[in-house]
């Protein structure tokens, strides 16, 4: 048989098969790393334009905004993310409009919404999603009701020029709870919570997770402790940077 006519053999079609496979099992982690690595980016720079939104509003209002505001007239509640039901369960989150930060992000975008957060979620569409977009605001206990001794930047009377320390206050980050985890847009560190008390923090990106600072800067933190499976927890054991009235 001329070598032109020569045909593969069942074994070594096999043996061309298990090695493409192992090529590609190889090849796979790295591309998803990438891929997530994408994700980060656009993440990374949602958060910093929330920020900058958060900011602005200030320069307009005088204070930054509320974590959420009262009931409307549809029953749903405004959020800095968005628009939220009054049973905050269902398919009824709308991330695309509501929000105290909308305004300066511009109806129908998606910035509020973590890119990483929306595939297990299976987020297809913002303006009817299943939960908020996987960022959380600074709490200092694990409730969004602002009351007259809530310290949190996030009470709707903090002024930006009583922040002692705005590049080291956490403002906006990727955040989850749970060993799920599941959605939250209350943002707290290692101490607070419900029964879990490691923080909300999510460090979704590869054990990084995504912070956007009160001086509007935007960087990521490495993962510290907490739940390794769920990657919710904190990159300190402190409080300082969540707290802006601690020296």
């Known amino acids: 048989m001329s070598p032109r006519n020569r045909k593969f053999t069942l074994i070594e079609l096999l043996v061309v098969i298990a090695i493409i496979a192992i090529l590609a099992s190889m090849l796979l982690p790295a591309l998803n790393q990438a891929r997530e690595k994408g994700r980060g980016s656009s993440c990374l720079n949602n958060l910093k334009q929330m920020a900058s939104a958060n900011i602005m509003y200030a320069g307009d209002y005088g204070v930054l905004c509320p974590i959420k505001g009262a009931m409307n007239e549809d029953n749903m509640y405004p959020w800095f993310y968005g628009l939220a039901p009054k049973a905050m369960s269902g398919k009824n989150y709308d991330l695309t409009k509501g929000g105290f930060l909308h305004p300066y992000l511009g109806e129908s975008t998606q910035v509020t919404l973590c890119p990483t957060w929306k595939v297990p979620n299976n987020i297809t569409n913002p303006a009817d999603s299943s939960s ?102 904190y990159f300190t054991e402190e409080t300082r940077n969540f707290d802006y009235e601690e020296d």
Do not use: Q
């Open 132 to 233: 908020a977009g996987g960022y959380g605001y600074t709490r200092l206990s694990f409730s969004s009701t602002i009351s007259d001794s809530d310290e949190a930047i996030s009470n709707g009377r903090t002024r930006l020029g009583k922040i002692k320390r705005p590049s080291s206050i956490v403002m906006f980050a990727d955040c989850a709870m749970g060993s799920t985890p599941s959605g939250t847009a209350i943002l707290v560190p290692k101490g607070f919570g419900m029964t879990d008390t490691n923080g909300t923090l999510h460090f979704r990106h590869v054990n990084w997770a995504n912070i956007a600072w009160a001086d509007g800067h935007a960087g990521s933190e490495r993962f510290l402790g907490g739940d390794i499976g769920a990657k919710t927890g």
